[in-house]
């Protein structure tokens, strides 16, 4: 399995956009999102120039995503 992409808060906000997540408000420097369908899941993003891995597959099982969603999620 491939490594994960170093992403900026800004690109991992547009790649969680198209699993149906919108901007709802932010708090300091961390960006909250909120899933638009039900569960209506809240995921915390920090707007930082570089999210490293671990927080990146943090972020990722918080927003009740697996892996292989999210890297189709990158690919579209």
């Known amino acids: 399995m491939p ?3 170093v992403l900026s808060g800004r ?18 420097s ?3 999102l909120k899933q638009t369908v039900p569960p209506y899941l809240r ?6 120039k570089a999210i490293k ?4 597959r943090g972020i990722i099982r918080e927003a009740g995503l697996s892996r292989e969603e999210f890297e189709r999620l990158l690919e579209k």
């Open 3 to 5: 490594k994960l992409p």
């Open 11 to 28: 690109e991992l906000v547009k790649v969680f956009s198209k699993a149906r997540f919108e901007f709802h408000h932010q708090n300091g």
């Open 30 to 32: 961390h960006m909250i």
């Open 43 to 48: 995921v915390s993003v920090p707007d930082h």
């Open 53 to 56: 891995r671990g927080l990146l």
